[in-house]
C-alpha cells in the first residue's frame, strides 16, 4: 500500500542543512494500523506531510497503491491526496461557517464532476459517528470529541487508500480521546489502512505496528523486532 525507499527531505536554515528525513525506507501494507513516534523534531510531521503528498521527496522515491507520487506536480498531487488520502488532525480544521454536513462533504467540492452517492455516504458515516442527529450543527456547537468524530468522517468520505492521523487525540480530554481512538480501531478492524503519529506512548500503543523516528531516521520497527 505504501512503500518509501530511501526518502530523504533537508532544510536549509541560516548556512545549515537539516535532514528531516535521513534516508528513510518502509513500507505498510494494506489494512495495517502503524503508529509513528517519537519526540518533537524527530521528523514525524516531515514524514506525515511525506505520506500525505503535501510533500515531495529531495532524494529516493515513495509509492501509494503502486503510483510513484513523488514525481507529481502540485496539481496532480493535490487532486490525488483529494481522492486517495484522508487526514485527521489535532486542532480538526473544520470550518466554523459550515454544517456538520457540509464538512464532512467538504472533499466532494474538488471533484470535477457530481458524484450523487457521497452525500448518503456522508450521511451514513456521520451516522457511524455518532452524529446522525447533528448533521445542520456548526462546529461551534459541538465538543471536542463530536468535531474530531466530524473530522474523521470527512477523512473516510472518499474511501481512502490511507487515513492519516496527525495527534488526533492531543486537543482532546481523556473519555473523547478513549471514544475517537475506539472509533480508529473501529475503522481499522474494517480493512481501513491508518497511519497515526503521536508523541504520546498510550495511543501509540494501540496501533498493531509501532515505528520509532529519531533525528530524520528509523529508530526502531515493532514489525522488525
Ligand atoms: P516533529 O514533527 O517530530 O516535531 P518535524 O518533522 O516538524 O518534527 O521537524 C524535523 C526537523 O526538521 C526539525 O529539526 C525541524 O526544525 C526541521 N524542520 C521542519 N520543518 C521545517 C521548515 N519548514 N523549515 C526548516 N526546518 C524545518
Given amino acids: 500500500m505504501v512503500c518509501m525507499e530511501a526518502v530523504t527531505r533537508h532544510y536549509r536554515v541560516g548556512g545549515q542543512t537539516i535532514a528531516a528525513l535521513d534516508g528513510v525506507s518502509f513500507a505498510v501494507p494494506r489494512g495495517q494500523f502503524t503508529a509513528i513516534v517519537g519526540p518533537s523534531g524527530s521528523g514525524k510531521s516531515t514524514l506525515l506531510n511525506m505520506l500525505g503528498c503535501l510533500d515531495r521527496p529531495d532524494s529516493g522515491r515513495y509509492l501509494l497503491e503502486g503510483v510513484d507520487v513523488s514525481t507529481f506536480d502540485d496539481e496532480r498531487a493535490s487532486d490525488f491526496r483529494n481522492r486517495r488520502i484522508g487526514f485527521v488532525f489535532q486542532s480538526f480544521h473544520l470550518l466554523p461557517r459550515l454544517s456538520v454536513l457540509e464538512n464532512a462533504m467538504l472533499p466532494a467540492r474538488f471533484l470535477r464532476g457530481p458524484d450523487p452517492g457521497l452525500a448518503a455516504r456522508a450521511h451514513a458515516l456521520l451516522d457511524r459517528m455518532g452524529l446522525g442527529r447533528h448533521l445542520r450543527h456548526r462546529p461551534g456547537q459541538l465538543s471536542g470529541g463530536q468535531m474530531q468524530r466530524v473530522a474523521i468522517a470527512r477523512a473516510l468520505l472518499m474511501t481512502p487508500a490511507l487515513l492519516l492521523a496527525d495527534e488526533p487525540t492531543g486537543n482532546l480530554d481523556s473519555r473523547s480521546a478513549a471514544d475517537v481512538l475506539a472509533l480508529l480501531d473501529e475503522v481499522h478492524a474494517q480493512g481501513q489502512t491508518v497511519v497515526l503519529v503521536t508523541h504520546d506512548a498510550e495511543v501509540a ?17 515493532s514489525a522488525s523486532a
Avoid: S, Y
Wanted: aromatic share 6%.
Fill in 205 to 221: 500503543a494501540r496501533a498493531q505496528r509501532q515505528v520509532g523516528i529519531r533525528d530524520g531516521r528509523i529508530e526502531f520497527d
